[in-house]
């Protein structure tokens, strides 16, 4: 259970905030085509647009990266760094990259060798998306239906339709589908966890069948703590050891350490199999560094080597996983509606439920977006909605939005205080009340590819 002012840290150096007037933020949002991307972040107090590179370091960390060193080839912080990924996969091979989309992009540069197949996953994550759409491939998502229902409360909502993807491997043949990505946890479904048994079965209907096995791993000690607390046989494992477990279940993983490694910046791929092990090597050389850099300083190195350890404690992650369920109880006593439970990284506000007024292609939850930084400068971004997730069907041109329209606070790590926590429940609930007298947005400038619409685009009211 979540003890309020029991976090297993105290703050020792600040970052001063600046706020400014409601009239002001009116103003700056405005300006900014109503795009977040385009506002400065020093004009935003409290950002919980993404917990991914927002993480405060700790002062370990910190003394590590005093311990950079910057040698290109085989720094001493890479062999932290091998050591403390090979202990957190239990893999022998290990790659860094500079984030997880060029950690990603190796693993689907050496997985996918034709075009035309289609890659299968509980939801995969938006630049797992597009590299496979841009090596001629198709990803598809198979949620479980519970998923899609943002009120059903279950404990395992990220998991992977095994019968769907029972009924996808005999129809398109295992030829056809070059890998099964599975997502830990899940992040286009709320954050919610994969079962250790659900991995295990959908793992092993796709090596049955030849299908190579990818963990995206970006969040992996939170699913390994809720697997903790909720699936039976595992309450007596640490955190660790329900990581070295999910990882044997793939044949690659795939890490943006931005996100549970408590870094700025990171990311790494690690595998048993020599052979990829080679080939995802060379094209990192291209893309991103040497195979013992990744596009990392040694500092950087470092500072993953030791947060990759502090992410797996459990004191940590209880306190991490509690303040997003502390923001949701905030949300949920002031009648706001989210996707139930809460996750692992943030609560998920459902805009549609919030505005009923405002159409889908008006875009509900960015409104709420928009609204809840007027009136309090907090920030939580659209995710997934039909602003940044609506497709286009290469082969039938069918247009087809997100089955939900949620916004995303999504909580750094050791960063905001319960009390930053409060006020944003309270903005919420302000914006909330606004009711019919918000309007939507239209689109006066977006980037040709879909994918992208995630980040920037540019919008009128209507
Ligand atoms: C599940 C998941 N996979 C991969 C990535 C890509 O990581 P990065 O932003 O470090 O490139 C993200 C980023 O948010 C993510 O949430």
């Not at 020093?42 to 993480?55: A, W």
């Not at 080839?73 to 202990?87: H, L």
């Not at 903005?427 to 879909?450: H, L, S």
């Amino acid at each position: 259970m979540y003890i309020k002012g029991k976090a297993p840290f105290k703050i020792k150096v600040v970052e001063p905030i600046k706020w400014n007037t409601r009239a002001k933020r009116e103003q700056i949002i405005r300006d900014a085509h109503y795009c977040f991307a385009y506002v400065p972040a020093e004009e935003i107090p409290i950002n919980l647009l993404t917990d991914s590179g927002t993480s405060a370091m700790s002062q370990e960390q910190w003394a590590g990266m005093m311990r950079g060193d910057e040698s290109y080839y085989g720094a001493r912080n890479w062999y932290n760094f091998e050591k403390a990924v090979q202990d957190y996969t239990g893999f022998k091979y290990v790659l860094p990259a500079h984030q997880g989309r060029a950690a990603e992009h190796v693993v689907c540069r050496a997985l996918i060798k034709k075009p035309g197949g289609t890659a299968y996953a509980n939801a995969h994550f938006g630049t797992t998306e597009a590299h496979v759409r841009l090596l001629g491939a198709n990803p598809v998502n198979l949620p479980v239906p519970e998923a899609l229902d943002p009120e059903v409360p279950a404990d395992f909502k990220g998991n992977i339709n095994l019968e769907a993807f029972k009924k996808a491997i005999k129809e398109k043949g295992e030829d056809n589908i070059p890998f099964l990505n599975m997502v830990l946890v899940n992040n286009f479904t709320a954050g919610q966890p994969v079962s250790m048994a659900n991995l295990k079965e959908a793992s092993k209907l796709a090596r049955e069948n030849g299908i190579k096995v990818v963990v995206d791993a970006a969040r992996v000690p939170e699913n390994a703590f809720f697997i903790k607390e909720r699936e039976a046989g595992y309450g007596n494992k640490s955190i660790r050891e329900i990581c070295n477990e999910i990882f044997s279940y793939a044949d690659v993983m795939h890490m943006s350490a931005k996100k549970s490694a408590l870094v700025n910046i990171g990311g790494f791929v690690a595998t048993d199999d020599e052979s990829l092990y080679e080939e995802m090597g060379q094209w990192l050389i291209m893309f991103d560094g040497f195979i013992t850099y990744g596009g990392l300083s040694g500092r950087d190195l470092e500072a993953v080597a030791i947060g990759l350890s502090e992410g797996l404690d459990y004191d940590y992650l209880a306190h991490r996983v509690g303040q997003v369920e502390y923001l949701g109880n905030l949300l949920r006593e002031r009648g706001v509606p989210i996707y139930e439970p809460t996750g692992g990284h943030g609560v998920y506000v459902n805009g549609e439920k919030v505005y009923p007024h405002i159409p889908k292609e008006e875009f509900a939850a960015h409104a709420l977006s928009v609204e809840t930084f007027i009136e309090s400068g907090v920030y939580a971004a659209e995710n997934p909605s039909s602003l940044g997730w609506s497709r286009t069907d290469p082969e039938t041109g069918k247009y087809t939005p997100p089955p939900f329209e949620l916004l995303r606070f999504a909580i750094p790590r050791r960063v905001y205080t319960d009390s930053q926590l409060e006020y944003t429940a309270d903005g919420v609930k302000a914006a909330m009340d606004k009711g019919k007298q918000v309007k939507g947005f239209r689109f006066i400038w977006k980037p040709d590819n879909e994918f992208l619409r995630i980040f920037y685009y540019k919008l009128e009211r209507l």
